[in-house]
């Protein structure tokens, strides 16, 4: 005898589920089209007829089934008069059916999740780890790591063992595997004594670079190299490497310790959060956060075209702005200096001409391009000569043209973002609070994404960068007119990830001078070299 011939139930009939199923259809079915054809009349005539009531919807439903178009005649009781035409009705009819598709979509989803949530186990809780062995056998005075022996009652230093290598290489370490050799400075990297068979305490190793890299030092590792070989005044290295978690808390100490007005470089919004009301004692706090990562409504707005009716100050603002997407091959200079060309015309223009940043990335596609060449013909305010230049960069050579503009496009390319596009417009004190954030001891704060790539994908770095490189020239203008070289106080710029967030064309120069207080940090020494390959970024020799 089989399975199924031995279960009562699968002897035949009809399931109870399709008789449900069925039999709800059918009520839905007339459903729809009772609410179909009242509401079809109460839109087309004003009200809904007395006589199209529910129980009548069965004759009405096998009426319309022979002739859908006859509505009348599905409904032989109730005046033709009150009734719509048949596309109200099968319109409201569809529609009704769709929304009730998507209800039972949604309502199926929710109860799946429910179900799902309840019958997944909840994730055991992870026990904390215990504290390493070396930290239990120098924290209890005990022998070695490992050991059961209890501590002594009196112990004595002299006598306690240092931890092996395998006891102290699983601590956590915050710099990276270049700064571990110099983390200790006792033995050169690499050496190592093995211990004597027998474990006497006088004679027990001293550890090796390697044990001895977790130890606590009283100095951040991560002031590795100096770009110049210079230092800042009365301060250590002005540029370093290494990971976030050692750049965040050198610039947080470097801003503690700058008594001035302040400019701080980062990609770390933390930054931003913690340092924020200690500067707002000093002067005003002023963010530029064109992405929105900082948590805060309060984000000062800048035209990148702002002071750019000088000829000097756009070819400035230019050589910034494609800065993060300056090919660096040599076979490339022409278009990159036509691009240069390009972008300080259009700079210039709009100053003169009162036009918004967002009218230069229309310009960079192609779109009115004679307009800039009018403004700077026309104006009086126009440097001579610059509407012949803009017009031989856009006539001589087509295809160079094209790839400047393309350039040029690529640099603006951040502006097809709403956030992006609304920072370029600033409100009326926004540029008077930057220009005297300097005399009044403020701090700018300018926070942008990290980029690897910009000159693929450069978001908003060149806004960035030509932020930065603006507000570093106003600085050093003001120390260049002070009568000792220097302001007092001093402008102190805290670069933190500048390489990634804003490649400054000065900073090159910004190493080899002291008229400014500076500490620029990057990840490594070969992200310093590829964003500035003129420069020399030499280690520092111990």
Known sequence: MTVHESDPRRQGGIPDGVLVGLLAFLLGLAALVWTSTGLAALFAKGSWPA????TRTPGAVRALITQPHDVTGAWPNTDPAALSGWGLFWGLFISQLLVLFVLTVFVMGVIARTKSRRKSPHPPAIP???APPAFEARASGAGAPGGSRPAPPTPNPATLPYPTSEAAAPLPIPAPPAFEARGSGDEAPGSSRPAPPTPNPAT???PTSETAAPLPTPAPPAFEARGSGDEAPGGPGRMAYGSPALRHPLA??????????ALVLTSSPALWAETKDARAKLGPVLLYDPSHLCDTPARMHWNPADACADRDTAAARAIALLAPVRPQARMDAAIADTAETLLRSWLQA????GRPFKQLHRWAQGNSAQDPVRILRTHRHAAPGAAGELESALTAHPERREQAQYLTARALSCLTSIHIREACNPNRTDALTLASFVTEGGTLYVVGEPLEDPRTHPGAMPLLTALTASVVEH???MAARSSHGRLDPPLTLVLEDVAAVAPIPQLPELLQQDSLPLLALCRSRE???ARWPEAAFEPTHS
């Open 51 to 54: 006589t199209v009531t529910f």
């Open 128 to 130: 904390a780890a215990p």
């Open 204 to 206: 027990l190793p001293y």
């Open 252 to 261: 947080a100490q470097a801003l503690a310790a700058a008594e001035g007005p």
């Open 350 to 353: 709009a100053a003169l001409d």
């Open 475 to 477: 600085g050093r203008r």
């Open 527 to 529: 992200q310093a070299r």
